[in-house]
C-alpha cells in the first residue's frame, strides 16, 4: 500500500506509496486462504500491457460470466485501489467503493476478502480510523491474511499508534515475508529513527523482488531515503539502477528531479518535474513543482501550478479523499492562514502523529501563534525520526519566539539532516540561521 511520507511535502504521496495496497501487493488476497484456484481470475495473456490492467479485464469477464463471485469481486475492488494510486484517478476509488460493496452483499458474513479492500480503501482515502476497525474486522475472521495485517499496519501508523503498528506489520512478516511487508518494516523503522535498519529493510525487499516492478518500487524507497539524509549520490545510484526496469516510473522521476535540482541542473529538475506532474498530477506534486519554479524566480509558472492544486483536491474530494494535511502545509505556505489553521486542526482531530503535529504547528506559527505552535513542534520532532522539514519549521518557531539558541539549533539539525530539503525553505532555513548568528 501505500502511502511512504519521508518528508511532510511528500506526506500524501506516503499516502499514496504505504496506504493502499503495495505494487505487487494487491493481488495477495488470492494467497491469504481467500480464495481457491477455481475462484481466481483466469491468468492474463502473455501480451498483456501490465499485469494489473490484465487483472481487472480478467475480473471484469469473469464477473460477466460469474456475477454471482463474490471473491472476484473482493479481489476487482483491490485492484481498482492499486490503479488509482498508479494512474492518479480517483474515480477508480468509487469503482472501488461498488465493487467492494457488491462482494459483502453477495457474502455477507465470513467475507474478510472484501473487508480488507474496503480497509485499504479507507487509508487510500485518509480515513484511517475507520480502516483499522475493517483491518481488524477482516482479522477476526482470517487471523493469517497477511494483506489485513499490513492494510492494519498503515492505519495504525497513520493514527499515531506506531506500538500497535510495529506489532501489526511484525505478524505481517511472519505470515508473508515479501516487499509489502519489508517495504513497511522499513518505514516503521524510519520513522523511529533507525536508518539503517529502514536500509536494510528495503534492501532485504529488494532482494526478494519477483519482476521489475517491484524491484522499482524497492528502489524509489531506496533512493528517496538516501536523498533524505543528503545523500544525493546514493539516491541517484538507486534511482538510475531502478529506472533501467521502470524507465517511465514517476516516482523514481521524482527523486531523480530533487536531485537535479540539488545539483542545479535547472533543465533537467524542470523536465523531471514537469514529467512527474504529467504523469500523476497529484496536489503534492504540483505543489513540489511550484515550490520549485517559485525559488527559480519563475513566479507566474508557479502560480499556474498552484492554481490547479485546488481544482485537483476538489477532484479528490469528490471521489472520497480527505486531504487536509496537505491542505494545511500549502495554505500556510502561501498566504492563507485561517484555512491553514482549520483544516489542520482537522487534521489533529483525526489523528495524533507527528505529521499532523507537523502541520499544525505550522499553521499556527503562519497565523502568528508561536506560543501554541511550540509544543507541537516538538512532539513532531521527538520521536527519533529526523525531518529536516519538521526541523526547520521548529526553529522557525523558536525564533519567532525568541528562542535564539534553540532556533540556531534546530536549524543546523535540518541543514545537516539535509541540506537540499527543498529547493524554497533550505535556503529559508540557511538565511534566517545566519541571522541568528549561524551555527551554534
Not at 517495504?183 to 539503517?196: F, H, I, K, N
Not at 507537523?358 to 525531518?387: I, K, V, Y
Amino acid at each position: 500500500m501505500t502511502m511512504r511520507r519521508r518528508t511532510a511535502i511528500a506526506a500524501v504521496l506516503a499516502g499514496a506509496l504505504l496506504l493502499v495496497v503495495s505494487v505487487g501487493g494487491w493481488y495477495t488476497v488470492v494467497h491469504d486462504g481467500q480464495a481457491t484456484t477455481a475462484d481466481a481470475p483466469v491468468a492474463p495473456a502473455a501480451d498483456a500491457v501490465d499485469p494489473l490492467t490484465a487483472a481487472i479485464t480478467a475480473a471484469q469477464q469473469r464477473l460477466d460470466e460469474v456475477p454471482g463471485d463474490w471473491v472476484t469481486w473482493a479481489q476487482l475492488g483491490s485492484a481498482y485501489v492499486e490503479q488509482a494510486r498508479i494512474s492518479a484517478d480517483p474515480s477508480y476509488y468509487e469503482l472501488a467503493d461498488g465493487a467492494l460493496a457488491q462482494s459483502l452483499t453477495l457474502r455477507p458474513d465470513g467475507n474478510d476478502a472484501a473487508l480488507t479492500g474496503q480497509g485499504a480503501l479507507a487509508n487510500a482515502r485518509h480515513d484511517f480510523g475507520a480502516a483499522a476497525d475493517l483491518a481488524t474486522r477482516a482479522l477476526e475472521i482470517n487471523s493469517y491474511s497477511a494483506t489485513a495485517w499490513g492494510v492494519l499496519t498503515d492505519a495504525r501508523t497513520q493514527l499515531g499508534d506506531l506500538t500497535g503498528a510495529g506489532e501489526a506489520v511484525q505478524r505481517m512478516v511472519e505470515l508473508r515475508p515479501g516487499v509489502a511487508s519489508f517495504t513497511r518494516v522499513s518505514y516503521d523503522a524510519e520513522l523511529r529513527g533507525d536508518l539503517p535498519g529502514a536500509r536494510a529493510a528495503l534492501e532485504q525487499a529488494l532482494a526478494i523482488a519477483q519482476d521489475g516492478g517491484d524491484e522499482a518500487y524497492c528502489r524509489t524507497y531506496l533512493a528517496a531515503l538516501a536523498f533524505s539524509t543528503g545523500d544525493l549520490d546514493g539516491a541517484a545510484e538507486q534511482v538510475t539502477a531502478g529506472l533501467r526496469t521502470a524507465p517511465t516510473s514517476p516516482e523514481l522521476l521524482l527523486v531523480q528531479a530533487r536531485v537535479d535540482a540539488a545539483r542545479g541542473d535547472t533543465d533537467a529538475a524542470l523536465a523531471g518535474f514537469r514529467s512527474v506532474v504529467d504523469a500523476r498530477p497529484l496536489p503534492e506534486h504540483l505543489v513540489e513543482y511550484g515550490e520549485y519554479l517559485e525559488s527559480l524566480g519563475r513566479l507566474d509558472e508557479a502560480r499556474q501550478q498552484y492554481a490547479l492544486v485546488t481544482t485537483v483536491q476538489q477532484l479528490f474530494a469528490g471521489n472520497g479523499v480527505t486531504d487536509d494535511l496537505s491542505t494545511a502545509l500549502f495554505a500556510a505556505d502561501h498566504g492563507d492562514p485561517a484555512a491553514a489553521v482549520a483544516a489542520a486542526t482537522t487534521e489533529y482531530g483525526r489523528r495524533q502523529n507527528t505529521d499532523s503535529q507537523n502541520a499544525l504547528a505550522w499553521a499556527l506559527h503562519a497565523a502568528g501563534r508561536d506560543a501554541e505552535a511550540l509544543p507541537l513542534a516538538q512532539q513532531s520532532t521527538s520521536t527519533g525520526r529526523e525531518s529536516a522539514l519538521f526541523l526547520y519549521h521548529r526553529g522557525t518557531i523558536e525564533a519567532a519566539l525568541g528562542m535564539t539558541a534553540e532556533a540556531r539549533a534546530s536549524l543546523g539539525r535540518a541543514l545537516d539532516v539535509n541540506p537540499y530539503f527543498s529547493p524554497l525553505h533550505a535556503p529559508r532555513a540557511q538565511a534566517l540561521l545566519d541571522s541568528l548568528g549561524g551555527r551554534p
